[in-house]
Each structure stands twice: as C-alpha cells, then as structure tokens.
C-alpha cells in the first residue's frame, strides 16, 4: 500500500502499468474511493501508466475533521505525485475530482500537462451542498446514500446491475462522515469560475447524456471557456467510469494519444473526400448530411467522406456516370432503397445521367438479380421522377 503523509494527514494511492507510459492521475468523486475506475483502468493500461489517488476523507485515505479545500486536496494530489516520482501528469477527474483537476492545474500549472474533465464543474448551489453536509454531519452518509447513487447511476444501468448500485450505495453509507463532509465544503466552497481562461492546458470536457448533476447545461458549457477546450459527450449519468467505460476509455485515448501527422491527414482526405461528395450529391444535400451529425454519427459520416468518396469516388479509372449507374444497380441488388432513392435522385436533378439510362440499369438487374428487385427499383424510382417533375 503506496502512503503519502502530508501535514500529518495519510493520503492512499496506487500506481500501475508500464513504467515508459505517460502518467494519467485518476482522481474520483465525492463518495467513492480509487475503485470508481475500475472497469475503465483495463481499457487504459496499454496506453498510460495509472495513478489513482483516495482523495483524503476517502478509502484508504484518512478522514480528518473539518472543511476541506480544493487548494489543500490539489495540494495532496502535488505532494503524491512527488512521493510517485512523476514530475508531470496528465490529470483525469470525476466531478469533485474534476474541480480538483482544475485546481491543480492552477495552481501547479508546471506539474500537469492536460486534463479530462468529466462530469464536473466550475460552480455547484452552495446552499444545496450546505444543507447536505449539515445532513451528513447530524444524521451520517447512510442519510444520503440513496439519493446519491439516484444521481451516479441512470435508472436503467442501476436496474440492469444491481450488484453495482448496491456496492456503491454501501461504500457512501460505509464512508466517514467527517471525510464526505469535508469534501462537501471543498465543493460548496469552490472559486473556480472566475478563473477557467487561465488554464492553460489542452483540456478535454466530458459530459454525460443523463446526468443530472452537470449536465452540459450550466455546467459542461462553462468548462468550455478553458481556452482551446473540447467537448465530448458519453451514455449515461455521473460515473462515466462506471457506466460508459469503453467510450470514456476511447475518448481519453482519442485526446490524449492523438497524433497530430495523422489527424492533419486524415483532415485532407476528408476535405477531398467532401470535394467528391459535393460534386455527386449536391451541396444542400451535403450541407444537411453534416448538420445532422451528432456524436453518434460523426465517426462514421468522416469516414464514409474520407473512404467511399476521397478513395473511391475520387479514383479516375471509372467517371461519375458510370459509378453512378454502378451504385444504382448495387442498391437496387441489394434492396438498399435509401440509398438507392438517393443516387437516383441526385443523378438526376444533376443530369449525371437521364431517365433512360436509369431504365437501362434496372431492366439489366431484373436479369442479374431477379424482377422482384428491378420492380421494386422501377417503383422507387417512379416515386422520385414524379417529385422531380412537380418541383417548380
């Protein structure tokens, strides 16, 4: 067990992986100890070397009396990472451990080299969290336990595994009540907004779809005046770690591990790639394609760009007339009506070939890939002829 003694205070952490890994700090939030990231750490180990830290009042970490401080628990964080060895650090922080993230790199700006911030923030009610930790004080954490793991999980995940919501309900009501307590004050107590445009590392902000604690809305959005910071969204409510730990994993990698010759590449291929797609499709079907993406479709519309139209539609060995009778008689075969619908449409809106020509293709596959195909294909295609001719 790897024990930092500062001020008298012993400070739990644990460090693993390969020691020629960049260091990512995983700090938690109030209520949970280092074991929060426990589904997440598999996924992070082949990249970065792990350094999971009990915020004091938490785990292993002793409990003191009193209010506690997001400049003392920032401070903690700086004095293990001198018992660690580790000069510098990427810093990864789950609400309380976010706006501990945030402090430290403020004010320990030469120790830390990016941060994640996830599901956290730069402001919370003060008077919401006074009346809690007068709760926890008088009444203990099993008083508030329900009611936090009601805003960890999502309804559904906690159905779905109880044995998780249990656990973590158990370890609330288990933990000492002057450890929440302080960590509370450090929360309600918290001067960070003002302050967010002096960090000055690449950050990454994480919200999470069901959180009800800090959604995007109030919360995510102010993180985004960090300078140059990004926003990503994952599945879920509070504990990504728990919940979403694939796409927190995939988003820390993706941030942190980005190589900027690849990324610039893959923007060219994009670029010629919409080039391409523009040319065949039109620009106001492009223009509403790529106003439609969300975080769950962006991935995939980049790389159909990037494929499907910079490599293929971009090869000379074949023109765009041709390709475009190749891909109608391909989705016809196949019954990918959409797609079908829409190379007939933009083909012929933009006289990439006539009305013939389409016959051609589809009395062709009646043969290749049976009538019931070329009949359907001729009445999507009426459908589309009929609009064409009524349009002004």
């Known amino acids: 067990m790897a024990i930092t003694l500062r001020d008298g205070v012993r400070l739990h952490w644990r460090i693993e992986g390969a020691a020629d890994r960049?260091?990512?700090?995983?700090?938690?939030?109030?209520?949970?100890?280092?074991?929060?990231?426990d589904r997440t750490v598999p996924l992070l180990l082949p990249a970065f070397r792990l350094l999971r830290i009990d915020t004091r009042g938490a785990g292993g970490s002793d409990a003191p009396d009193g209010?506690?401080?997001?400049?003392?628990?920032?401070?903690?964080?700086?004095?293990?990472?001198?018992?660690?060895?580790?000069?510098?650090a990427v810093i990864a922080g789950v609400s309380l451990g976010g706006m501990v993230a945030m402090q430290l790199a403020l004010d320990h700006p030469g120790r830390v080299t990016a941060l994640a911030l996830i599901c956290t923030s730069a402001t919370m009610d003060p008077t919401a969290w006074a009346a809690r930790i007068d709760t926890v004080r008088s009444d203990g954490t099993a008083a508030i336990a329900d009611m936090a793991v009601g805003r960890f999980l999502s309804a559904g995940f906690?159905?779905?595994?109880?044995?998780?919501?249990?656990?973590?309900?158990?370890?609330?009501?288990?933990?000492?009540?002057?450890?929440y307590a302080g960590a509370g004050a450090a929360i309600r107590d918290m001067a960070l907004f003002d302050r967010l445009a002096a960090i000055a590392?690449?950050?990454?902000?994480?919200?999470?779809?069901?959180?009800?604690?800090?959604?995007?809305?109030?919360?995510g959005e102010h993180l985004m005046t960090i300078p140059g910071a990004r926003h990503i969204s994952v599945d879920g409510a509070h504990l990504p770690p728990i919940e979403a730990p694939a796409a927190l994993a995939t988003a820390l990698r993706g941030f942190l591990c980005a190589d900027a010759a690849a990324a610039q590449a893959a923007d060219t291929l994009f670029d010629a790639g919409l080039v391409n797609r523009r040319r065949v499709l039109g620009d106001a079907w492009v223009d509403a394609s790529l106003a439609q993406r969300t975080d769950f479709t962006a991935d995939f519309q980049a790389m159909i760009t990037r494929i499907a139209w910079g490599e293929i539609w971009g090869r000379p060995g074949l023109d765009d007339r041709t390709r475009r009778l190749l891909v109608l008689a391909i989705t016809c075969a196949l019954g990918r009506?959409?797609?079908?619908?829409?190379?007939?449409?933009?083909?012929?809106?933009?006289?990439?070939?006539?009305?013939?020509?389409?016959?051609?293709?589809?009395?062709?596959?009646?043969?290749y890939a049976g009538v019931p195909a070329a009949n359907t294909g001729f009445g999507e295609a009426r459908k589309i002829i009929t609009r064409i001719e009524q349009e002004p």
């Not at 260091?23 to 938690?28: A, H, K, S, Y």
């Not at 209010?67 to 510098?88: E, F, K």
């Not at 906690?158 to 450890?179: N, S, Y």
Request: proline share 4%.
């Open 201 to 219: 590392v690449p950050t990454l902000v994480v919200t999470a779809t069901l959180d009800v604690s800090t959604p995007y809305a109030g919360h």
């Open 67 to 88: 209010d506690y401080s997001l400049n003392m628990l920032a401070d903690d964080v700086a004095a293990i990472l001198d018992d660690a060895g580790v000069a510098q």
């Open 337 to 367: 009506w959409e797609e079908f619908a829409l190379h007939v449409r933009s083909g012929l809106s933009q006289g990439g070939f006539t009305t013939d020509e389409l016959k051609e293709v589809l009395m062709q596959t009646a043969i």
């Open 158 to 179: 906690a159905k779905r595994h109880p044995e998780i919501a249990d656990t973590l309900r158990d370890g609330i009501a288990r933990q000492a009540d002057a450890g």
């Open 22 to 37: 960049p260091v990512l700090v995983l700090l938690n939030s109030i209520g949970t100890d280092l074991s929060l990231w």
